[in-house]
């Protein structure tokens, strides 16, 4: 992912994020922050460093009040503000679910397009050593299956960074979900304002026998998963979408049509995720092409439970993607 | 006045032993958490523990509560007993909640205790429904809800304190304000300086207690949950504490000077009441030495209970989603 000069920088998923928001913020005073302890870094670091170079005026500490957070960002946006709304862990969205459902996903719609909401809000997700119930959540189908909203899942730095810059930069309300178990993975990031563009997925290892389709964290599990079914002699392609909402659904097409065999994995509940509109989009739209019913990975339908052996049992990993991999090339 | 005037000698010593529990238990779940024993995070109760002994003292055991991220003090003087708390904090099967909650959920609803919770406030209108049940039901059960001084600005505090006001319900709502919420002073986030002037809004009594006097804590709470008995209405109580350890265990603490730690732990509330205790002959010496002794033990039996319980096994973990599938 190197620029074409080869440089590249090696950092955190976090500090990819903080790297992200300090030239965002260079570049355009109207960028501003708002979120819970964020003059102390956040809960992961995410924000560090803000404070001392942009001052309080633009790095806001926000009360325990997610709806105020949502709808200040909202307010803010609509009048020449470009906010960055922090909400901590995904759960806690949703004490600002009518403000990002009601107003934010609708204003522009509902207004006839008078106005954009250039809002960005970030949250962590997902399963962190046993955080239990309220704790562990993936939440983006509640996001996706928003009209007006745009829905992105980096997984490494290098992502994490070019898909931030392009959030704040759009002019629609962006959801930008960040795992906890991957912030503070490391990786390089290109040298220079380097930006993803919203929309666009990546092939992450070509194959001729599979198609494994997949985000966030679970993008980790399945390169692992793709290297062990190599050892048992299956050639998976896998495609990380990155941005769930636009949806690059050429990429997944394209490959499919070749490999006729589809997995979808994701963190997420199974039941009723965002797995499903993707494989009832490439049902749609390779049915012929398709040479086994597509499976899907996701979590099993419980909360996340807090003891080891149980989040084990409810939450999908490497193991359930070779699983799946191998239940679609028929060989169990 | 006496201490005698407030409470009976064995309500004090009650009060004492309870603190106590709370203390060790937390203590030793801090150096469980540090020796990598217990998944997950935990937020210890340390500092606090005369605000828990006080106001549940003032409570039935049928009374209800509902409790914070912060709950292991709560859970202990609500009348839960140490091993399945211990337990659930170990993820095993014996826990209070099989595995399933954590520290953050520790819950044990026939002692009244309605749960921990993750969510900040997120108790507050929950107490108020237990309220209104109670009532409804003609029990005469009233309910306290816990909260922190980062609690007091989610709407929930504020649409709860409304409603409970307006129908007059039978709840106590307890700020434990500690000064901050996770790295944040209040002082930041917060439009008043004393908490308890927020009742006014609600038409509601509003008091500032010494959060680190049990005599206090104790005291206000009985007041305000005879109003919430006899259906006058709810009260806050806003109650000055600090909290000894981090936010979290881990926690590097860089947002507060470690000064200001250190003059507040010499005002530790355990030992301000033994001399409480001491001075009003109440207690001697080596009372108090058997309680520390004693719930010491008890605390290393919870510890025993828990290592000795088996996991949860992972075919269970689908159980209990819903009371029947169809
Ligand atoms: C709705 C919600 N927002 C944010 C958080 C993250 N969080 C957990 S504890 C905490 C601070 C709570 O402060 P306070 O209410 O004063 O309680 P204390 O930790 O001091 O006991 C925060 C912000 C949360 N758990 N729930
Ligand atoms: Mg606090």
């Known amino acids: 992912m ?34 819970e302890d964020i003059s102390w870094g956040g809960n992961f670091g995410q924000f560090r460093g803000l404070l001392d170079e942009f001052g309080p005026d633009r790095v806001i500490d926000m009360p325990i009040s997610e709806a105020i957070i949502m709808a200040v960002g909202v307010g803010a946006a609509v009048t020449g503000l470009r906010p960055v709304a922090s909400m901590s862990f995904v759960e806690f969205t949703l004490g600002a679910m009518d403000e990002i459902v009601n107003q934010a996903a609708k204003f522009r719609y509902m207004f006839g397009g008078q106005v954009s909401v250039p809002l960005v809000l970030r949250a962590s997700d997902g399963v962190l050593r046993s955080s239990a119930g309220q704790h562990s959540s993936s939440l983006e189908g509640l996001f996706t299956h928003l009209p007006g909203l745009k829905v992105v899942a980096p997984s490494n730095p290098a992502d994490a960074r070019g898909l931030l810059r392009a959030a704040i930069a759009d002019d629609d309300p962006v959801v930008y979900l960040e795992n906890k178990r991957i912030t503070a993975k490391r990786g390089p990031v290109p040298a220079g304002d380097h930006v993803v563009p919203l929309g666009s997925a990546a092939v992450r290892r070509t194959g001729a026998d599979l198609t494994i389709v997949t985000y966030s964290v679970m993008t980790l599990h ?17 495609i990380e979408l990155r941005s769930l909402v636009p949806l690059d659904l050429d990429t997944v097409l394209s490959s499919v049509v070749r490999t006729g065999r589809v997995v979808v994995a994701h963190e997420a509940w199974e039941f009723g995720g965002f797995g499903a509109e993707v494989v009832a989009a490439i049902t749609g739209q390779a049915f012929d092409r398709l040479r086994a019913a597509p499976v899907r990975v996701g979590a099993a339908q419980a909360p996340i439970p807090f003891s080891p052996p149980l989040e084990r049992a409810v939450v999908p990993g490497e193991d359930e993607i070779v699983a799946a991999a191998r239940e679609v090339m028929g060989l169990c | 006045m006496s201490l005698t005037e407030t409470m009976s000698p064995g309500l004090a010593l009650g009060i004492h032993q309870a603190m106590v529990r709370i203390r060790l238990f937390e203590s030793r779940v801090e150096e469980l958490f540090k020796a990598g024993e217990l998944p997950g995070f935990v937020h210890t109760y340390i500092g606090q523990e005369a605000i828990a002994a006080g106001v549940c003292a003032a409570l039935n055991r049928d009374d209800y509560i509902t409790s914070t991220h912060r709950g292991h003090g709560h859970a202990i003087a609500k009348g839960m007993e140490l091993g399945p708390i211990m337990a659930e904090l170990y993820g095993k099967a014996t826990g209070a909640c099989r595995g399933r909650g954590g520290s953050m959920h520790v819950a044990d609803f026939s002692v009244g205790m309605l749960g921990a919770n993750g969510i900040v406030a997120g108790g507050l209108g929950i107490a108020a429904g237990a309220a209104l049940s109670a009532r409804y039901r003609g029990t005469g059960q009233v309910a306290v809800g816990f909260f922190g001084d980062g609690g007091i600005n989610k709407g929930t505090f504020h649409e709860a304190l409304n409603f409970a006001a307006t129908h007059r319900l039978g709840v106590v709502f307890v700020c434990e304000n500690n000064q901050y919420a996770q790295f944040t002073s209040r002082l930041r986030t917060t439009s008043v300086e004393d908490l308890s002037v927020r009742a006014a809004a609600y038409g509601i009594p509003g008091v500032t207690v010494d959060g680190n006097d049990p005599a206090a804590t104790y005291r206000q709470t009985l007041e305000a949950v005879a109003r919430a008995r006899e259906g006058v209405g709810p009260t806050l109580l806003n109650m000055e504490t600090y909290r000894f350890g981090g936010h979290y265990v881990g926690d590097a603490e860089v947002y507060r000077a470690s000064a200001e730690v250190q003059a507040r732990r010499e005002e530790d509330p355990i030992l301000r009441w033994e001399r409480t205790l001491t001075d009003e002959g109440l207690m001697t010496a080596g009372a108090g030495d058997a309680v520390w002794a004693e719930a010491g033990e008890e605390v290393s039996a919870a510890v025993s209970f828990a290592e000795e319980s088996p996991y949860p096994e992972g075919g269970t973990a689908l159980e209990n989603v819903f009371t029947r599938v169809r």
């Open chain 1, 2 to 35: 190197a620029q074409r000069d080869g440089t590249t920088r090696r950092m955190s998923f976090g500090q990819a994020t903080v790297d992200a928001m300090r030239s965002a913020m260079r570049e355009d005073d109207r960028v501003v922050v708002l979120g």
């Open chain 1, 222 to 238: 399945a390169e692992k998963a793709c290297a062990r079914l190599a050892e048992m002699g299956i050639d998976a392609e896998l």
